[in-house]
């Protein structure tokens, strides 16, 4: 056990064999239908969240986990004489930056540092890795969080939204819009820029062509591209997660690329069959 403890909150999206492996700690979010509230990766499985969906025709709440739930989480470890590295959802998407922190000033001051991600996903869950290995290799909680804050602004995080369907549940677009999206096959393409979600363009069509598209996308970054780790992210979206993660590694020289899926979280704010590709910029 490592001086060390790396946490992050559910929306990382790490596979589940990683989290046990690298001994990740993991905080999850709130996923809320009615008066029914679920811990995410917990209490409700993606599979479930979209049956919830279309019996109700809703999308659920999702919200921050409290102060108190970083604190019960936190001491533990801190008991142990263990600092921790907590690596947050965007602070730009959700309070739970912030409810972080106010839990970080109830324990001795350097025991909880929290690293705002200003990304989702695996856009954060890359940057938890990178904290792994650099605790694996000795380095202190402030070396780490300099490598982070180095390593933030390269990260690339592009994600094609099968349907405007959630979309349109969620209030981001128009039921016309929807109408409109769906006879003509258009697939919006999201990218994480300065923490937020920012629509980047559209692909009209079929689906083959907007991953080809996203995969093409990746690939012109080639030169720029951290050869460590790319993550494909899905919500059940397996066979075509596998058809990319086959073309990334003919294609890349990246040590591993790996594919995890969505959680309940991300999920509810961007439907099933989405599907992204997201790694690092190499650093200067």
């Known amino acids: 056990m490592g001086s060390i403890k790396i946490f992050a909150d559910s929306t990382c999206d790490l596979p589940a064999e990683w989290i046990a492996q690298y001994d990740i700690g993991i905080v999850p979010l709130y996923v809320t239908f009615s008066e029914q509230t679920y811990k995410d990766g917990i209490d409700l499985t993606v599979p479930e969240l979209y049956r919830k969906v279309d019996e109700t025709g809703k999308l659920p709440k999702t919200a921050a986990p409290s102060p108190a739930d970083f604190i019960e989480a936190f001491r533990p470890h801190i008991e ?37 991600s200003l990304n989702l996903s695996t856009g954060i869950g890359l940057q938890v890795m990178k904290a792994v290995n650099a605790a694996a290799e000795g380095k202190s909680v402030e070396e780490i969080v300099a490598l982070l804050t180095a390593v933030r ?8 939204i099968d349907s405007l369907d959630y979309l349109y ?33 559209k692909i009209r069509g079929s689906r083959d062509k907007a991953l080809d598209q996203l995969l093409n996308n990746a690939l012109s970054h080639l030169s720029e591209m951290d050869d460590d780790l790319i ?54």
Do not use: W
Not at 85 to 113: P, W
Not at 186 to 195: A, L, M, Q, S
Not at 231 to 242: M, N, P, R, Y
């Open 80 to 116: 142990e004489g263990r600092r921790i590295l907590y690596i947050s959802l965007s602070s730009e998407l959700s309070s739970t930056y912030q409810n972080a922190l106010i839990a970080a000033d109830e324990f001795a001051e350097g025991m909880v540092t929290v690293f705002d």
């Open 169 to 201: 549940k969620g209030g981001r677009c128009s039921g016309m819009q929807n109408i409109v999206g769906s006879l003509l096959k258009i697939r919006p393409v999201i990218k994480v820029e300065n923490g937020k979600m920012t629509p980047a363009y």
């Open 153 to 160: 602004p390269q990260v690339e995080t592009e994600f094609v």
């Open 231 to 284: 993550f494909v992210t899905h919500s059940l979206a397996d066979e075509d997660a596998k058809v990319l993660k086959e073309a990334l590694e003919a294609k890349t020289n990246a040590r591993q690329v790996a594919v995890s899926n969505a959680g309940c979280v991300i999920s509810s704010h961007c439907g099933a069959k989405t599907i992204g590709i997201l790694y690092t910029k190499k650093l200067a």
